[in-house]
């Protein structure tokens, strides 16, 4: 293949501004009347919901005012929705979600291929009792005049209301079903010497200090009535991220699977339950021997690095990498790293600083920078590198990202630009939700105006296509 091959790029045409996707025709929506026959009832169900959630919670803790994520599927996208939202005082705008493969019914369809699929988003609101009472007011004023004048700034309610396909509240399904951490927990609890089992739970990011803190001390409280604890906590402000690393004692997570309607998987604080220290590699031997290569004459290198890696730790006296590596290990994570664990972070040293040694290129003129974020792990009857299960992946990341500049063009970490993050987290696919992580990767390239080089394939399973 060459090294630089031609690129084709088609024709430039004018842009189209509109927000379907191409090949959508027109999408046909219900009438006025019958939004108001099918929403009303929903509405209804939504503040008789609400009222409850209101009366348990006021029973178990006294002077909370509960809130509530309230989640608006519409058909299609309301640009500037974010706006509207704000407008009304105690809704919160938590975030919106891209949703494909939504399935026709007789309301929603496009009409010229009425069996297919639509598309459309999930905004996802915070909202308290009066806030909701005012939502409902507008949708009540709607429904008796389809003409009516929305106050300034409310208008894309209106937009709203005309393609809503659906609103409910976030629930146990969203927090606890759609993350894998079920199964996780499953297979935790196979492993008898588990006393504890960790997970993260993620809140919703609050922009305000106190609501954060008001959040966390609720979460926490539930955690420690169920007999856990919470062993750290992380909030980012740049990529709207609160989360917890907590853990439960076993029987307390059986319960929970048995009988997830708790008050702590209830919680309106939390967004998601997510399992933790699952980007892992397996235990692959090299092709041949790598203790058997070498190089002769490879000049040594020079300057400060432009890469680091983030990955296990490598054989650094081994002939090919003497000399070329950086080693940051202000945790010591080497003590317990022995040398016949360090598998994937030995290949990946190689590869970076040498390429593939059947083709004879030449090695990087510059040291390779490292830093531990994964240890050796017993798993059944194999060893397996992880990152461990006391650290939330996240903080870990951007605590490694960060400290390797410190606002100091001296440090000898000034000069990188590359960082290779080659283990995938197999509990984390994409489904049109960005993880933390990938927020976390996308703010630090920006920051520091680095290239982040991920490798694919944390899905082991078969896809099916």
């Not at 922009?207 to 979460?219: D, L, P």
């Not at 980007?279 to 680091?308: H, L, Y």
């Not at 994937?344 to 990087?364: E, F, K």
Request: charged share 25%.
């Amino acid at each position: 293949m060459a090294e630089r091959p031609l690129l084709l790029f088609p024709i430039p045409e004018m842009a189209d501004r509109t927000k379907q996707k191409p090949g959508f025709g027109r999408i046909h929506k219900p009438a006025h009347s019958r939004q108001g026959y099918r929403l009303s009832p929903i509405f209804s169900q939504l503040q008789t919901a609400f009222q409850a959630r209101r009366v348990e919670i006021q029973q178990n803790t006294t002077g909370i005012d509960p809130e509530q994520v309230l989640v608006i599927e519409t058909i299609g996208s309301i640009e500037n929705f974010a706006n509207a939202v704000k407008k009304i005082d105690g809704l919160e705008w938590m975030g919106e979600i891209e949703v494909d493969e939504i399935s026709p019914d007789e309301d929603f369809f496009i009409e010229t291929d009425p069996e297919k699929d639509l598309s459309g988003r999930l905004y996802l609101v915070m909202t308290n009792q009066t806030a909701l009472n005012q939502m409902l007011s507008l949708w009540t004023q709607y429904q008796a005049d389809q003409n009516m004048q929305f106050q300034r700034g409310l208008t894309k309610f209106r937009d709203v209301f005309l393609c809503l396909k659906d609103i409910r509240r976030w629930g146990i399904q969203d927090r606890l079903y759609e993350t894998g951490v079920m199964d996780i927990w499953l297979e935790d609890l196979k492993y008898e010497e588990n006393e504890v089992i960790r997970f993260e739970t993620e809140l919703w990011y609050r922009g305000s200090t106190n609501r954060r803190a008001q959040s966390e001390s609720q979460v926490t409280e539930l955690i420690q009535e169920l007999g856990g604890r919470v062993l750290s906590q992380c909030a980012i402000s740049e990529i709207a991220y609160h989360s917890l690393l907590a853990e439960l004692p076993r029987n307390s997570i059986q319960d929970l699977i048995n009988h997830p309607a708790t008050e702590l998987v209830k919680c309106d604080n939390i967004m998601f339950f997510r399992p933790v220290g699952q980007m892992a590699t397996d235990k692959k031997q090299f092709e041949g021997n790598f203790s058997e290569m070498s190089r002769q004459n490879i000049p040594v290198p020079s300057g400060n690095p432009t890469i680091c890696i983030l990955d296990g730790l490598p054989l650094q006296n081994h002939e090919l990498l003497s000399r070329r590596l950086i080693l940051d290990d202000p945790d010591n994570w080497a003590e317990d790293y022995p040398a016949a664990d360090r598998i994937h972070g030995t290949a990946m040293r190689s590869l970076v600083i040498h390429g593939d040694l059947n083709d004879g290129t030449n090695a990087l003129r510059r040291p390779v920078y490292l830093r531990p974020i994964m240890k050796p792990f017993q798993m059944l009857d194999s060893r397996i590198e992880q990152v461990p299960n006391n650290i939330l992946i996240v903080d870990l990341i951007h605590r490694c990202v960060k400290e390797l500049f410190n606002d100091d063009e001296d440090v000898i970490t000034s000069d990188i630009k590359i960082i290779n993050l080659s283990i995938g987290d197999p509990s984390r696919q994409f489904t049109q939700l960005m993880s933390p992580l990938s927020r976390l990767i996308d703010w630090l390239s920006h920051r520091y105006n680095l290239l982040f080089i991920i490798s694919a394939g944390n899905h082991k399973r078969v896809i099916n296509t």
